[in-house]
Nanobody
Framework: QVQLVESGGGLVQPGGSLRLSCAAS????????MGWYRQAPGKQRELVAR????????NYADSVKGRFTISTNNAKNAVYLEMNSLKPEDTAVYYC??????????????WGQGTQVTVSS
């Protein structure tokens, strides 16, 4: 099957930066898109940023525009999220997501295990 493994979360002070990484592995035939979602305590999971594999189209949540940048390394089946000017309200568990086709399935959405990002002084 397919696995998504994230890394890069942690504790950072307001105004600081972090870089999240996620790599997909397994029986991958094609990756259509990769992205990041987050879920804060007591809130619903929300889209942070997403990028398509073909044209590299990106979209961001309004709350992170100008501060976060999503990018990919197609050779490594990896997606990254560069987070700058972090705010306490960015505190959440961040999940990697990818829409992937395998040999046995046209496409499915896969999720990573989540990585905690805490912004606090």
């Amino acid at each position: 099957q397919v696995q998504l493994v994230e890394s890069g979360g942690g504790l950072v002070q307001p105004g600081g930066s972090l870089r999240l990484s996620c790599a997909a592995s397994g029986s991958i035939f094609r990756i259509y898109a990769m992205g990041w979602y987050r879920q804060a305590p007591g809130k619903q999971r929300e889209l942070v940023a997403r990028i398509t594999s073909g044209g590299g189209t990106t979209n961001y949540a309004d709350s992170v525009k100008g501060r976060f940048t999503i990018s990919t390394n197609n050779a490594k089946n990896a997606v990254y999220l560069e987070m700058n000017s972090l705010k306490p309200e960015d505190t959440a568990v961040y999940y990697c997501n990818s829409r992937i086709a395998t040999i046995s399935s046209p496409y499915n959405d896969y999720w990573g295990q989540g990585t905690q990002v805490t912004v606090s002084s």
